[in-house]
């Protein structure tokens, strides 16, 4: 499976935010998307998960346009925002039910990926008393209940302990391992290792970057 971003372009009246962006991306692979605040990285996944729509461009998959095939698009897609999508007043069971029926789910919290997130050690806790990272690591969970074979990830490692970050790597290495895509809006520089391939949003435009450990290069690079 190969995916294939051309000429997405997005643009807020008068101030253009994604400029022709493309980009392609093969299963098993993990692509970081850098850039600073307010640069558009946001804007983009949301655009592929079809929250927004594009002002142009294309999102192929195998030649197929996702952003013009709804049903398509959510079968392959899972997205988990940089905000928390999670209902508060429920515990981390009763949102995973919403996504998962009763049997499926079990078996995810015994041995699959439910239990690879350590989201069974949590399952009674209303989600506005959770940690950043039991939000986190919840809200993939959700996003993977269909096993889609793309993942969207924004900033998803955002302030978030050594622990939690080690169980959502973790994850994402197995994600790979089974052929899916991960796209990741990232400013950490962990995560940087995560991917073999890494572009800068800037002024609405997408460059391929190679991050060779230097963070001032980085830096300058997105200042």
């Not at 789910?105 to 041995?111: G, I, N, T």
């Not at 609405?204 to 830096?219: F, M, P, Q, V, W």
Request: aromatic share 6%; with cysteine.
């Amino acid at each position: 499976m190969i995916i294939e971003l051309s000429g997405i372009q997005k643009a807020y009246r008068r101030k253009v935010v994604l400029e022709s962006v493309s980009l392609t991306a093969k299963e098993g692979s993990c692509v970081g998307i850098l850039g600073g605040n307010g640069c558009g990285k946001s804007t983009l996944l949301s655009i592929l998960a079809g929250v927004q729509k594009a002002d142009g461009g294309s999102f192929l998959c195998d030649d197929e346009d996702l952003l013009q095939n709804t049903e398509r698009r959510n079968a392959l897609l899972g997205y988990v925002p940089q905000g928390n999508p999670l209902i508060e007043e429920l515990n981390a069971w009763d949102n995973l039910r919403m996504w998962y029926d009763r049997r499926t789910l079990k078996q995810e919290l015994d041995q699959g990926v439910l239990a690879m997130l350590g989201i069974d050690g949590f399952l009674k806790i209303p989600v506005h008393k959770m940690s950043g990272g039991m939000k986190k690591r919840l809200s993939i969970g959700c996003a993977v209940a269909a096993k889609p074979k793309i993942l969207l990830l924004d900033e998803p490692s955002t302030a978030l302990d050594l622990v939690c970050k080690e169980k959502i790597y973790n994850y994402f290495s197995a994600y790979r391992d089974e052929g899916g895509i991960l796209l990741l809006a990232t400013h950490d520089l962990q995560e940087l290792a995560l991917c073999d391939q890494c572009y800068i949003l800037k002024k609405g435009k997408l460059t391929s970057y190679e991050y060779d450990g230097d963070i001032h290069r980085l830096a300058g690079s997105l200042s």
